[in-house]
């Protein structure tokens, strides 16, 4: 059974940085995605950052150069190094996974197309 495990998250003031970790186990695919999700109070889930199991990543527009998706592999940890955070990064954060079967990472993360997911951690930026 795959589980999802986001730790990490909290209260930092604007430009502040954390760093969410999500650990898996009962997952190992040879090509596998993992991406980042928020979802604030009142909005859409959004898409936050992918990156498959060659490490190749994708970014959503507002986080390039502030955030950066990594993961080690022989932890099966997936990362999410956040700076300069803003009070609009304010949501909760979701860790996702799967295995690459057909489309690439960036195709499943656009489409949010996961099947499994973590129970999130919280991030609050104050200004």
């Known amino acids: 059974q795959v589980q999802l495990v986001e730790s990490g998250g909290g209260s930092v003031q604007s430009g502040g940085s954390l760093r969410l970790s999500c650990a898996a186990s009962g997952f190992g695919y040879s090509r596998s995605c993992m991406g980042w999700f928020r979802q604030a109070p009142g909005k859409e889930r959004e898409g936050v950052a992918a990156?498959?199991?060659?490490?190749?990543?994708s970014y959503a527009d507002s986080v390039k150069g502030r955030f950066t998706i990594s993961q080690d592999k022989t932890k099966k940890t997936l990362y999410l190094q956040m700076i300069s955070l803003k009070p609009e990064d304010t949501a909760m954060y979701y860790c996702?996974?799967?295995?690459?079967?057909?489309?690439?990472?960036?195709?499943?993360?656009?489409?949010?197309?996961?099947?499994?997911w973590g129970q999130g951690t919280q991030v609050t930026v104050s200004s």
């Open positions: 990156i498959d199991s060659d490490g190749s990543t």
């Open positions: 996702a996974a799967r295995p690459i079967t057909y489309y690439s990472c960036a195709y499943y993360y656009w489409k949010a197309d996961f099947p499994y």
